[in-house]
């Protein structure tokens, strides 16, 4: 099994793959109107942040090494996210999109082996977490099914990030590149209303984080699902 | 302020923390008529004389030269202000209230045989001015400056020696055992200004650590420091009585260092000032790995009766902010 940047990888190419799947089949199936308005829930996975010791410099003569104080192993862990979503189908096949996310995971640092006998213990502190961004969305008409209403897609994008503390104090800002898929199924089709059509959504994505609230300076990659209700206009 | 090969003990009047809500470390002090005050040189360089007699093993030049390290070592601290100027060699032996600052070899009957060497001021005490330090290593211990098991490092006791020098007192950033008889040998310390010493042959007292950094920034800022830096400030608690004399430890979660003080006397909180933005771990432990009397002058109101603990937050620390982390702790 994959994980992390690699898994992140094999998926950059399936979408890609997939995309030009789509394409070659593009408007046999169109939905109607332009604009799509979509929101919902998503689930944020974790993440680990890094594993660090408290450590002492020895008292010996030569090569000293360290003395371990305690022990931390550090962690995201998964948390429910609201998104609201807004695009514009730019053809039969693909459509930009905005998002704006808001999560409020949390930080917990597990500490053990204290030097002086304190029981296991965990540190904890909660964020709000920001995301905006931009993709876009390739549906893959060629693969639809129930008349048309189910249509599998393939998203890729990138935006931005910003966690604070409870007290609304900046932690940490970064950018996080996202890929993955889903399906959308239109529930309603009215073509000639202004409202064009209602469906329900559901997506599965790695996201990349770089920067941000983060222990260690690297990359990380976190799987996400969600989904939601959108509106064709 | 003596220092001992396997003990230390504060000889000076007053140990306090100051009264600002800014501070770090704990710092010397004198009381004045409206309170405590820190004690610190005046702005501009410190300067000061050598002591012209050397001991076995090491000359008066080599001790020059040591010393000259040792006082670089604080200089070059980049968020500190503190400057040094070697004035030369002087025939005066270093304690001597002579409006000279001395560091050198002496003999000193009055001291135990375990100090290793001991700091003596002049203070403005109406202001907290220290007018004159002398630093004076005793001449009767073991001393080396090739790092050799010879002797104590001349370098590592002066790096401990002027810290006291700048103001400074001990840190408790360390690890320690008892041994039979009651002495106590020290295992770990990630501090130049621990009580005990390393061992002879040991060079890691030559190197500040992150706790004597913030100190040392947080007496002698550079602009900007304290609006580069955050705090953590708060209280300890068991059972809802005031802890006084805990030993706060913060460890920062992205780079690993230790910076730490204590809960004071008077309204009983600790500040540990200081830090680099981040996520920080307190954990709190009792002064028990060295005498009481190397920290407080008056170890009266000092509670070592409860268990090692941690705060329950991921504490963010911001520039220019103090953040709050209270500790509930138990007793043994």
């Not at chain 2, 000889?11 to 710092?27: H, Q």
């Not at chain 2, 500040?208 to 040392?216: F, T, V």
Request: proline fraction near 4%; charge should be negative; aromatic fraction near 8%.
């Amino acid at each position: 099994m994959h994980s992390g940047p690699d898994a992140a990888r094999v998926l950059v190419g399936a979408v890609v793959g997939l995309a030009i799947v789509g394409g070659a089949a593009a408007a046999a199936q169109p939905w109607p109107g332009r604009v799509e308005v979509s929101a919902g829930a998503a689930w944020i996975g974790g993440a680990a942040l890094g594993r660090q010791d408290a450590s002492l410099t020895e008292n010996v003569r030569t090569d000293p090494e360290r003395l371990r104080l305690f022990a931390t192993a550090s962690d995201f862990e998964a948390a429910p996210a609201v998104e609201a979503r807004l695009g514009f189908r730019v053809s039969s096949v693909f459509t930009v999109e905005g998002r704006f996310g808001y999560a409020r995971p949390r930080v917990v640092t597990r500490i053990s082996d204290d030097f002086e006998g304190a029981p296991a213990t965990v540190a904890t502190a909660t964020l709000s977490q920001y995301v905006v961004d931009a993709s876009l969305v390739a549906h893959l008409t060629g693969a639809s099914a129930r008349d048309g209403r189910l249509v599998p897609f393939v998203i890729g994008g990138a935006g931005y990030l910003r966690q604070l503390t409870q007290g609304a104090t900046v932690v940490g800002s970064g950018t996080i590149l996202h890929v993955g898929g889903g399906v959308k199924y239109l529930m309603r089709r009215t073509p000639e209303r202004r409202l064009k059509g209602v469906g329900v959504r559901g997506d599965v994505q790695i996201q990349i984080q770089r920067d941000g609230f983060d222990l260690e300076d690297r990359q990380r990659a976190a799987a996400s699902g969600g989904a939601s209700v959108f509106l064709l206009f | 302020m003596k220092c001992h090969g396997l003990l230390a003990a504060l000889t000076l009047a007053a140990v306090v923390g100051g009264g600002g809500p800014i501070e770090a470390y704990l710092k010397l002090g004198v009381e004045t008529g409206s309170g405590s005050v820190a004690v610190a040189w005046a702005p501009g360089p410190i300067r000061y004389f050598i002591s012209d007699r050397g001991v076995p093993g090491v000359s008066a030049e080599a001790f020059r030269a040591a010393v000259g390290r040792a006082f670089d070592a604080w200089q070059a601290v980049p968020t500190a202000s503190a400057t040094f100027e070697e004035v030369g060699f002087t025939l005066a032996p270093p304690s001597n209230e002579d409006g000279m600052t001395t560091l050198g070899f002496e003999d000193r009957a009055d001291l135990d045989a375990r100090v290793l060497a001991v700091t003596s001021f002049l203070v403005e005490v109406t202001t907290g001015e220290i007018v004159e330090a002398d630093i004076a290593f005793n001449a009767a211990s073991a001393w080396s400056v090739a790092g050799d098991v010879s002797g104590f490092d001349v370098e590592s006791i002066a790096v401990h020696e002027i810290g006291h020098l700048l103001g400074l007192g001990h840190s408790a950033i360390g690890e320690t055992e008892l041994l039979p008889g009651g002495r106590r040998h020290l295992l770990a310390a990630e501090t130049v200004m621990f009580p005990l010493a390393f061992a002879p042959g040991t060079l890691a007292g030559r190197t500040l650590r992150a706790d004597d950094i913030a100190g040392i920034s947080d007496l002698y800022p550079t602009g900007g420091f304290r609006q580069q830096t955050g705090s953590i400030a708060g209280t300890i608690q068991r059972g809802g009585v005031t802890i006084v004399g805990a030993h706060v430890l913060a460890f920062q979660l992205e780079s690993g260092r230790l910076v730490a003080n204590f809960s004071l006397p008077g309204d009983g909180r600790y500040v540990i000032a200081g830090l680099e933005p981040g996520s920080y771990i307190v954990r709190v432990e009792p002064l028990d790995d060295a005498d009481l009397n190397s920290f407080f002058d008056d170890v009266g109101p000092i509670d070592i009766d409860f268990q090692t603990a941690f705060a329950d937050d991921i504490v963010i620390v911001t520039a220019g902010t103090t953040a709050s982390a209270d500790v509930q702790v138990m007793a043994k």
